[in-house]
């Protein structure tokens, strides 16, 4: 499998791990095992891996730090691509970050802080990427990234660079352009409010502490399971189903919050997919409403 592309990386000196868990690689720490999980250091490497791609038809599936995501059981044949963590560090331009997408969401509102710029305290504690950030358009505690998304960069499927302004990318609740348009976010440029350094600390310290508080952090889970639906609570609605504690093999229905499905004992992604069906269809059953799933699935294939 892949040898024809393992040689292509390696001739360009695009990094890549073989046969990968995925429970290292996603926050629920469930999964099979990856074929093969390529690591471009840089833009330039990602639109080269991608031009090769599409030349060999090979489809490819992109995460940030898999806190929103499930890879399925067994062999993952499917091409991963993770972007570097690291390069390049963000820039400040004024009252404006522009930085990769790999980069890591807590470290950015670490970075917006030092620089006494507002915005970003609402982020503090969600454990994806930038990247992540923009695909779904995160947000807690009233604020969203919609709320400081200048312009995103991105790569499409054959290498093609592309930068768009943030009316552009169709921001809406936990989704963007990007759901339905295939394309690699390289980079994103934000606008925050200058502001008193230790005050914003301050409120970065009250979000992280109210989660510590509500959510069930000592358990791997993906956050909320579900979408809020147009006017209720996800966690109300499974609460008042009698649905706290709900287990499937090594998953359950977190008992401190039921907006989570948690990973309680090994579980495997068989059994959370399995708990989300059955409290989605009792949610349904006995409330009439439909439960739309917010964490998304890798394909095997
Ligand atoms: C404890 C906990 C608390 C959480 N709290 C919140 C919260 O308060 N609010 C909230 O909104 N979310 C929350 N989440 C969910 C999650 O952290 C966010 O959705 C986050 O934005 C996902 O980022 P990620 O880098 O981990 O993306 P991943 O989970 O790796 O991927 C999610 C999706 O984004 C796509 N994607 C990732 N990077 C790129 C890229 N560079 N280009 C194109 N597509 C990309 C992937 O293909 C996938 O479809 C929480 C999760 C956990 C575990």
Same mark, same amino acid.
């Given at each position: 499998?892949?040898?024809?592309?393992k040689s292509f990386l390696t001739r360009r000196q695009i990094p890549f791990e073989e046969l990968v868990p995925m429970a290292k690689m996603t926050s629920f720490q469930t999964?099979?095992?990856?074929?093969?999980?390529?690591?471009?250091?840089?833009?330039?490497?990602?639109?080269?891996l991608l031009k090769e791609l599409n030349r060999t038809g090979q489809d490819w599936f992109v995460l940030g730090k898999g806190s929103n995501l499930l890879a399925p059981d067994g062999m993952i044949e499917r091409i991963l691509i993770r972007l570097n963590e690291n390069e390049p560090a963000p820039r400040q331009m004024g009252d404006e970050i522009e930085c990769a997408a790999g980069y890591s969401l807590m470290k950015l509102c670490r970075f917006a802080q030092s620089k006494g710029l507002s915005g970003l305290e609402f982020a503090y504690g969600i454990p994806g990427t930038l990247g992540g950030a923009v695909f779904m358009n995160a !947000?807690?505690? !009233?604020?969203e990234m919609a709320d400081l998304l200048v312009s995103c960069s991105f790569l499409l499927p054959d290498g093609t660079r592309m930068t768009l302004s943030a009316e552009e990318l169709e921001l809406g609740y936990r989704t963007s352009l990007f759901q339905k348009k295939k394309a690699i976010i390289?980079?994103? /440029?934000?606008?925050? /409010?200058?502001?008193?350094?230790?005050?914003i600390e301050t409120r970065m310290k009250e979000f992280l502490e109210r989660r510590k508080e509500k959510q069930p952090l000592?358990?791997?889970?993906?956050?909320?399971?579900? /979408?809020?639906?147009? !006017?209720f609570y996800a966690g109300a609605l499974i609460e008042e189903c009698g649905l706290k504690g709900l287990t499937v093999g090594g998953a359950q229905v977190s008992e401190k919050h039921a907006g989570f499905c948690i990973n309680k004992d090994h579980a495997t992604t068989s059994d959370v997919l399995q708990l989300i069906e059955q409290v989605q269809k009792t949610v349904f059953e006995k409330k009439g409403v439909r439960l739309e799933c917010e964490v998304r699935l890798i394909d095997r294939y």
């Open positions: 499998m892949h040898e024809q592309l999964g099979g095992v990856a074929r093969i999980l390529i690591r471009p250091a840089n833009e330039m490497q990602t639109a080269c !947000g807690a505690y !009233g604020g390289t980079g994103a /440029k934000l606008r925050l /409010k200058p502001d008193n350094g230790l005050e000592e358990f791997p889970s993906a956050g909320s399971t579900f /979408k809020r639906p147009v !006017g």
